[in-house]
């Protein structure tokens, strides 16, 4: 009791002095108490900076609905900046990543954020929560005095004695650590100590480990990011809500099209963001004004989880060709063959066909997966889209 009374206003003394994300998280629960013209009157304020940063006159939203639609070859003209900046890279999901510039106020809103939702979920803030990361925790000792316990996703052990030791009120990451996490907190005989716990995930997550998982946990949650606009959509316990005060959302032609109106260094205007996507007005029980985000369809790749393999098939095979092997290939897909225990990649060298330089994946997906991973070389991604992993049997699931 003593350590929950102190660790507060030592967090938010330490704070003020380093990131001041108190500053964006006031400001984000104010902003989720305006009316829907407020909102959007803020919106169009900040569209108008953003436009005339870029070079475009925006009065009215008229005026910014006749912008043209951008994409990801349009990123390929931004030169790093000057200044303090870090650098994303997109998810890939069509085949085709690109380098995306950063300010890095963005991670502290993106963060000010997950705590509002994780407020508008019922967390108090003695409570702890686990996230799941792909790396490292950069600044643990600030998670410590927030209640927040940062784990690489790949520390299953750490996880599983944190979860039965501590009893979290909320996991966040992607789906297939969250469920790996869970499965081996039910293997250790704890399953009691999930009851309790909720779970937010990316939208992406496919319905399988829902469906595995839903006996266990409290409830499931969905948000919705991408590396060029890192929180898009946001959940309460009803329903994804679009967040209006860090950009704008479209729906043109059933895909979901984003405008950061914070990102001074690339130009994120009425960006196709390649997901499909719907949205309608609020009619959400908690009473925000925000719209509602649903039937959202991004990264298609297939899901299998049979014996064949060690862990289910999904997104994940794919991840980290878009980290690690940008320098060898542009563009690439998988196919799985679960019985005949072959994984078959298939890339776009950039410059040679550089076999060796693969090695490091094909030992990975050995070792992951349990299967045989074979590269073959392609001169064309076209036929790629929307679909990079794709499994051959008859009990393939669409994620």
Known sequence: MITTALKRPVYDAIDRFTFRQNDFLRFFLEAGGWSYERLRDYQLQKVREICCHWGYEVWAWDDFH????????????????????????????????????????????????????WRWLGREPHQPVLRLIAGRPHYAWYDWWRNDKVICRDEVERQVEYVIKHRPYLIHGPGLPIRRLCEAVIQAGYEDVLKDIRVEWCSTSPEGHRARLEPYLAGFHEQYGLAELPTVGSPCPYSTHV?????????????????????????????????????????????????????????????????????????????????????????????????????????????????????????????????????????????????????????????
């Open 243 to 399: 967040v209006m005060e860090t950009g704008v959302v479209e729906v043109v032609d059933g895909e979901i099209v984003v405008t950061d109106f914070n990102n001074t260094l690339t130009p994120i205007l009425r960006y196709r963001t390649g997901d499909e996507g719907k949205m309608r007005e609020s009619d959400c029980p908690c009473g925000r004004a925000f719209p509602i985000l649903y039937d959202v369809k991004g990264r298609r790749c297939d899901y299998y989880d049979g014996p064949e393999v060690r862990q289910p098939v999904g997104w994940w095979l794919v991840s980290p060709l878009g980290h690690n092997y940008l320098d060898t290939i542009s563009a690439w897909r998988v196919e799985v063959y679960p019985r005949d225990g072959v994984v078959r990649l298939f890339v776009v060298f950039k410059e040679g066909e550089d076999y060796e330089a693969l090695g490091p994946y094909r030992d990975w997906v050995q070792a992951e997966l349990g299967l045989t991973c074979a590269v073959f070389a392609c001169d064309n991604a076209d036929r790629w889209k929307r679909n990079l992993v794709r499994v051959y049997t008859d009990e393939v699931k669409d994620s």
């Open 66 to 117: 006749r912008l043209p639609l951008t994409d990801k070859r349009d990123l390929d003209r931004v030169q790093p900046p000057a200044g303090r900046y870090s650098t994303q890279t997109t998810s890939g999901s069509t085949g085709e990543p690109r380098t995306v510039y950063i300010p890095w106020q963005t991670w502290h809103r993106k963060d000010a954020l997950f705590h509002r939702s």
